[in-house]
């Protein structure tokens, strides 16, 4: 647990003050219940008097997360993103206390920047603590052996849900609960939402939607941006724009982060030189732009709608969204072996991510990073940790002419990582779980099998762009054609309405610009994509003008 004086700070007299002209003052009765897990927009209480208990409660008992007293607040991330609460907060002793609503909220950080600067850091910590702690309110019932158990914990931790996960074949007492809920091994993987509602192997938007992720849609508000994407260059142009007093909406498809979300660690990023984490990195930018406004939808698939302006941005419940300017962020997606079977293994010995999670799933074990990119070398030194060897796997002579040059040294100085040159997989074997794998040299010819049961595909990466409908121009290898890479026939193809040439960032449709990797021409490092994210801003300014 982290220091509760970090966690909880005591505001002096006069922040308390400032803040009440944000709030109103109201008693605190011994035993009243402020809120319970699931309640909608949450106020924060900041104490003057009296003492508040934060609690998780679970199959009739409580387990204390925090006491709240003189001086101190309550609140965490989803303060900031009108999530509702995981947790119940109850008066523990009778006082008095500060009421802050949401818009109150947002208004005091964005005015007060040495409050803001508390109670961000304060919400942030608390969320860490309760991931740590795996006091949510949501309890997963699943296997080690089940892909679709991996993608729901993918899924809970990249969006910083906390959860409690039950193995069907390690937990002893798991019969029990599959007996109270009445669920059946055969219904593996089971989320079951604030001890009530039952999901038997639910989508990633069918567990969205349980645990309120998303607030309503208004289809008749017409936005200023739509950001469809919310890895790094998606969530800095939505706080570029919300911090300048746009109105941002951000849909992502699954979770916050896009490929940089999956690093385990990102150590050539300005002003980390310790390195971070790509969900730590997510996190942070997300919260960042909800603090300004802006609003992130999650687990929601989109296609474009080009014909007229304002564009429309279709959800897969039919939702239409429109927005005078739009935002392409979609990324890329790694690139899958072109093996005859690989999709049986995806999830069960086939992983296109390496965090905490998957290496769970490999302690001990050799396993095989394919890739010679910086996102390959970190996931290779991350999963020498934990993993007996790691076997790189690299098509070329070396890892010289795409990988950076500290990441190299790591590795070579990283007694349990191979690296193999000139060399692929050709086969995989297995049943329910791959259980071997077939490689080949390509300068010899020579084969053999390793008994490998763990393969990190780190190969590269085809952008998501098929969502787009034809609405713009795309290269021969399906990215964006921004700016001066548009050539005349391009334009013209479009129907290019205007006098003037499209900007830097703008695809070949007026008002609809693209940013980060699924851009075609655009540097593949995450500081390039936060560059774009935040200078597209300018350009939907200077395009909302005219």
Known sequence: MLPADELFPVLTTEQIRRIALHGRVRPLIAGEILYEPGTNQVPVFVVISG????????????????????????????????RPAILRMRVAEPGEAVELDRQAIATLLQTDSELGEIAVRAFILRRVALVAAGMGDVVLLGSSHSAATL????????????????????????????????????EIPV??????????????????????????????????????????????????AASEGLDVLVLEAS???????????????????????????????????????????????VRLHCGRKPYTVELENGAQISGRAIVIASGVEYRPLQLENVLRFEGTGIYHGATFVEAQLCDGEDVIVVGGGNSAGQAAVFLAQTAKRVHMLVRGAGLAESMSRYLIRRIEETPAIVVRPLTEIVALRGDDHLDAVYLRNSRTGDEEEQQIRHVFLMTGGTPMTRWLDGCVALDGKGFIKTGPDLLPEDLHAATWPLARSPLLLETSLPGVFAVGDARGGSVKRVASAVGEGSIVVTLIHQSLRE
């Open 151 to 186: 993608r729901i914990k993918e899924f809970l931790m990249r969006n910083g849900h906390p959860y409690v996960y039950i193995d069907l074949e390690r937990d002893e007492d798991v019969q029990t609960l599959l007996d109270q809920f009445s669920v059946s091994a055969d």
């Open 191 to 240: 989320v079951i939402c604030r001890g009530q509602r039952v999901l038997r192997n639910p989508t990633t938007q069918e567990i969205a939607d349980c645990l309120g992720f998303n607030e309503p849609v208004d289809q008749t508000h017409l936005h200023d941006v739509i950001i469809v994407g919310a890895g790094p260059s998606g969530l800095a142009a939505a706080l570029s």
């Open 255 to 301: 979770s916050p982060g896009g490929q940089a979300g999956s690093s385990s660690r990102i150590e050539n990023y300005l002003g980390f030189p310790a390195g971070i984490t790509g969900q730590e990195l997510a996190a942070r930018a997300s919260v960042q732009a909800e603090k300004f406004g802006a609003q992130v939808l999650i687990a929601k698939s």
């Open 51 to 82: 003492k508040l208990e934060a609690v998780r409660p679970w199959a009739g008992s409580e387990t204390r997360f925090a006491t709240i007293s003189r001086g101190q607040f309550t609140g965490e991330v989803n303060s900031l993103s009108g």
